[in-house]
């Protein structure tokens, strides 16, 4: 075996025992939270802090909401929402309709491209809630975004919201 192939292979293992060490020590772990369904808090290094989800059957949801935080973990201590991340998230929860309100320019923007009719009237109809991600300490003015599922497309579309306004990040597809 040329020793190039080799050392490319002992190297590969030494990556896979170390990212296996790291996973022990690190894991993720769910804990309960007063909001939230499930919690999970995420390892060091992570993109995130925490996610979770809020199971809802209303219109607009289709079953659950996940949430993240917009923060990457960087503590080694376990560490959930803030209340102000909490707050955040219960306030948009029960202003639906304002969040759609604050992200339909981009939501018209993908709807063109993606579409071929016309928007309804009722947001509900057509799309459904996906996720938050939640911005650092609950601040409106810090970046954040808002992914929904858009059924007539059968894609999601993922938005950035920046200083208050809506930008269309992506269309999965």
Not at 42 to 62: C, T
Not at 65 to 77: K, L, N, T
Not at 108 to 137: C, Q
């Amino acid at each position: 075996m040329p020793p190039v192939i080799v050392v490319i292979f002992g190297l590969l293992v030494v990556g896979v025992i170390i990212v296996t060490v790291r996973a022990r020590r690190s894991p993720v772990q769910q804990i309960e939270h007063e909001y939230f369904d499930r919690l999970w808090i995420l390892p060091p290094g992570s993109y995130a802090r925490w996610e979770a989800e809020l199971d809802n059957s209303i219109a607009g949801i289709d079953g659950k909401v996940g949430f993240h935080s917009e923060v990457r973990q960087e503590a080694d201590e376990a560490e959930g929402p803030t209340e102000k991340e909490t707050a955040f998230c219960k306030d948009w929860m029960s202003r639906l309709d304002d969040l759609f309100m604050l992200t339909k320019p981009a939501i018209e923007e993908a709807w063109k491209d993606w579409v071929n009719s016309e928007m309804p009237t009722d947001w509900r109809d057509v799309l459904s809630l996906d996720g938050i991600s939640v911005p650092a300490e609950g601040d409106f003015l810090n970046p954040w975004g808002v992914t929904y599922f858009c059924k007539p497309a059968g894609h999601y579309f993922s938005i950035e919201i920046r200083e208050g306004e809506a930008i269309l990040e992506s269309v999965d597809g």
